[in-house]
């Protein structure tokens, strides 16, 4: 199954839970795995996900930040729907033991996790610009 790459080629942390994802695909599908221990994986990381995103949603973020952010938020949210909606589609295999299902579930994923690490990149500009035009108005003064 295909392999994690950073929007940058750079790795960010996201990308470890991609590889995690496929290696338990990998795992059921070659029967190292049994249903069971699929479904345990599948429930920790649907729990994780949930944790993530309520962890996300519960920074409060300033009004006058919120413009500035609306880039990095609506395509940080579309990465996190984009997990749910793969691991929904993977654990659909659980019923019906297609791989069909796994590779769509996947490939949702994977747009995810790149959609996280886009919003992770716009972050770190973001970040750059703000820092970058403090240090000018402080050199100006």
Not at 5 to 26: F, K, S, T, W, Y
Not at 36 to 59: P, T
Request: hydrophobic residues 35%; proline residues 3%.
């Amino acid at each position: 199954m295909g392999q994690a790459m950073g929007g940058n080629n750079q790795p960010e942390m996201i990308d470890r839970h991609l590889i995690e994802v496929e290696d338990a695909c990998q795992k059921v599908v070659s029967g190292e795995w049994d249903g069971d221990q699929f479904a345990d994986y599948i429930d920790q990381l649907a729990e994780k996900l949930q944790e993530r995103e309520n962890f996300i949603r519960q920074i409060e973020i300033p009004p006058e930040a919120i413009e500035d952010m609306r880039e990095e938020l609506e395509v940080g949210f579309s990465g996190i729907a984009h997990w749910n909606d793969g691991v929904a589609r993977i654990a659909q295999f659980l019923d019906e033991p297609e791989i069909a299902h796994l590779e769509e579930g996947l490939e949702l994923c994977r747009q995810g996790n790149d959609l996280l690490n886009e919003a992770m990149r716009i972050n770190r500009d973001n970040y750059k610009r703000v820092e970058t035009m403090y240090r000018e108005s402080s050199t100006m003064s």
